[in-house]
């Protein structure tokens, strides 16, 4: 069995949890790094896009 420790990420908002069980072996421990740098860049990319649409709905909107 591999050593490991829990990595627990919280990102506010959009009240997200990252959980990561990252293990000692380097090859294993990249392969996870890359999965959270993914799993933040998706955060991102759909809080960037919420933006946009609340930006352009306000455009939109009579006054």
């Known amino acids: 069995m591999t ?3 829990k990595l627990k ?3 506010e908002p959009p009240h997200k949890t990252i959980e990561l069980m990252l293990p000692s072996r380097a090859g294993e421990l990249e392969a996870l790094l890359t999965l959270l740098y993914l799993s933040l860049l998706e955060i991102l990319l759909q809080r960037l896009s919420a933006i946009r649409i609340r930006s ?3 455009r939109c909107t009579p006054r």
Do not use: F
């Open 56 to 58: 352009m709905a306000a």
């Open 9 to 11: 990420i919280n990102i």
């Open 3 to 5: 050593d490991t420790k």
